[in-house]
Nanobody, 123 residues
Framework: QVQLVESGGGLVQAGGSLRLACAASGRTFTSYTMGWFRQVPGKEREFVAAISGSGGSTYYSDSVKGRFTISRDNAKNMVSLQMNSLKPEDTAVYYC????????????????WGQGTQVTVSS
């Protein structure tokens, strides 16, 4: 069992940057692939990025590749999402998620979710 709490959302102008953080509870943090997803009202939740338990492998959606960077600090049970060159279409509620699997390149199978944090990018 793992509990996730996101922070760092807010309002930013297009072209700006934000850094999201996710704090995880539990003693086996390195056993979990961590991911970030986002959702706009009326649309399905969309995969954004994932990172393997060791932090050595990452995977991104095409829409954020080259602009967003996922990282994790296993000593602190934290995962972050650095978002640069933000666009209005990045506006969404962003969710941190975890799954006890090493298949970081698969966007399904996440069992644990945070409450979400709003990111709004103005044009």
């Amino acid at each position: 069992q793992v509990q996730l709490v996101e922070s760092g959302g807010g309002l930013v102008q297009a072209g700006g940057s934000l850094r999201l953080a996710c704090a995880a509870s539990g003693r086996t943090f390195t056993s979990y692939t961590m991911g970030w997803f986002r959702q706009v009202p009326g649309k399905e939740r969309e995969f954004v990025a994932a990172i393997s338990g060791s932090g050595g492998s990452t995977y991104y959606s095409d829409s954020v590749k080259g602009r967003f960077t996922i990282s994790r600090d296993n000593a602190k049970n934290m995962v972050s999402l650095q978002m640069n060159s933000l666009k209005p279409e990045d506006t969404a509620v962003y969710y941190c998620a975890a799954k006890m699997s090493n298949l970081y390149y698969r966007t399904t199978g996440y069992a644990y979710w945070g409450q979400g944090t709003q990111v709004t990018v103005s044009s």
